[in-house]
């Protein structure tokens, strides 16, 4: 059997850039790449869209300026294409111009790609081998003052098929604003003296605006007969770069709910 080809990454220090520009005004940095290698790496660097492609965060890439909100157009950089020394950095500037009257949050990508083609001392694997190899940082471009992170939970459901079986908690997260979100959240189930019979965590679910997704919960241990308010909590102020300060944005839904003496539920009425 051959040996498995085997290739030190260049190195990108930034993968994902959130900034808060106003209407009408530019905001520059740079990013820089290593190459980790003794060869000589030849860039090239382009834009992209991407959007959530499924509710756990994973994601699409497609060509810029396509996606409904699309800041690709907003990105300028130099270099385009580069060469890397051995074991050494390369600095990308960029700027992002914000138009006017302009609100919201949008997106882009940069893509860094190296073709490494034949054989070389530094990669004795790769003879015959065109191997492409593509990088990114993402932007997440955020019009400072403009930004609403507002959701709704619609069709809440319930399921428990029996007294021993677990409590589901499901229900369709709306992402009303227009930034995206990343929401977190638990569930507390509460008897009529307001003790808490049961607690649960629903997954995390990203969001664009406009994006609809599913959220789920589980309690697995068991719930006498009776009268319960499900109480839902969400935090929308999570994102992928890191926690927004001062901007502590829930969402709280009610439910109520009742145990038949089969474990069955019943008589839901959810509170707005």
Known sequence: MGSSLAIDMPRIDRSKIRLYIRPGFTESGKISIENPTGAVLSMRAYLGDWYYSNSDGSKEFIPPNTAAHSCANWVSFSPA????????????NYT???PKETNGGYYAVLFFENMLAGASANFPDAVGVNLSVRFATLFYIEVRGTTERKAVLENIELKKAGPVAPLLVNADFK?????????SGVFAVMDKKSRVAARGT???????????VKLKGIYRETLESGIYNLIITLDLSKTEYRWIPNQGTFLVKE??????????LANFN???
């Open 202 to 212: 629903f997954n995390d679910v990203y969001t664009l605006p406009g994006d609809k």
């Open 96 to 98: 992002v111009k914000v």
């Open 175 to 183: 992402n009303t604003g227009n930034v995206d979100i990343i929401s």
């Open 255 to 264: 439910v109520e709910f009742e145990v038949g003496a089969d474990g069955t």
């Open 270 to 272: 959810v509170a707005r």
């Open 81 to 92: 294409e580069f060469n890397i020394g051995p074991f050494g950095r390369e600095e990308i």
